[in-house]
T-cell receptor, first 115, second 115 residues
Framework: KAGVTQTPRYLIKTRGQQVTLSCSPI?????VSWYQQTPGQGLQFLFE???????NKGNFPGRFSGRQFSNSRSEMNVSTLELGDSALYLC??????????????FGPGTRLTVL | AQSVTQLGSHVSVSEGALVLLRCNYS??????LFWYVQYPNQGLQLLLK??????LVKGINGFEAEFKKSETSFHLTKPSAHMSDAAEYFC?????????????FGRGTSLIVHP
């Protein structure tokens, strides 16, 4: 069974631009969560989608948004990029949104660099 | 509210020596606890998790952790380190809060294994 895939793996943007990152979950998984990982702040939860609905949202500004499609694939968008948005963005999928008994499987991440 | 403290941003051991990575948590609800490993340029992989039941949890690659409620700890151990264990390790806590199980991650501990 294929794992979680994220595209692109690396991305370079300039301040003020916007970016869209994609995540394809493991087949049969309906929940997708996004995390931001930086050396300064560590791993921080962005949002979770389940059956095309955002179920939870972390403490990030409105410039960060996401969506999930009927095939469970998810995208996240960051508008008006800032230097501080440079990070590794990780996507994780799980079968349901039923809590910690349901293991999350992480993708390799998208490394975003903002210049 | 929940939080995780990982003691030591770097831990250095010799190959064959005991590995001990420390994690203390704070949670206002019964906690679910996790250890993840991250290799360079990869996402996170679940090593083990505690939900309920037996407090000594065995995971993959010979790792185990013990949930000690009185000490609010969930330290990760491995009897004998291998060179391949060199990676970043993250402890995480989640708990039912308003129906949400959003995990909070520690800042990570980098395990260095010397030959």
């Amino acid at each position: 069974k294929a794992g979680v895939t994220q595209t692109p793996r690396y991305l370079i943007k300039t301040r003020g631009q916007q970016v869209t990152l994609s995540c394809s979950p493991i087949s049969g998984h309906r929940s997708v969560s996004w995390y931001q990982q930086t050396p300064g702040q560590g791993l921080q939860f962005l949002f979770e989608y389940f059956s095309e609905t955002q179920r939870n949202k972390g403490n990030f500004p409105g410039r960060f948004s996401g969506r999930q499609f009927s095939n469970s694939r998810s995208e996240m968008n960051v508008s008006t990029l800032e230097l501080g948005d440079s990070a590794l963005y990780l996507c994780a999928s799980s079968k349901t949104s039923g809590g910690p008994r349901d293991t999350q499987y992480f993708g390799p991440g998208t490394r975003l660099t903002v210049l | 509210a929940q939080s995780v403290t990982q003691l030591g941003s770097h831990v250095s051991v010799s190959e064959g020596a005991l590995v001990l990575l420390r994690c203390n948590y704070s949670s206002s609800v019964p906690p679910y606890l996790f250890w993840y490993v991250q290799y360079p340029n990869q996402g996170l992989q679940l090593l083990l998790k505690y939900t309920t039941g037996a407090t000594l949890v065995k995971g993959i690659n010979g790792f185990e952790a013990e949930f000690k409620k009185s000490e609010t700890s969930f330290h990760l151990t491995k009897p004998s380190a291998h060179m391949s264990d060199a990676a970043e390790y993250f402890c995480a806590v989640s708990g039912a809060s308003g129906g949400s199980y959003i995990p909070t991650f520690g800042r990570g501990t980098s395990l260095i294994v010397h030959p």
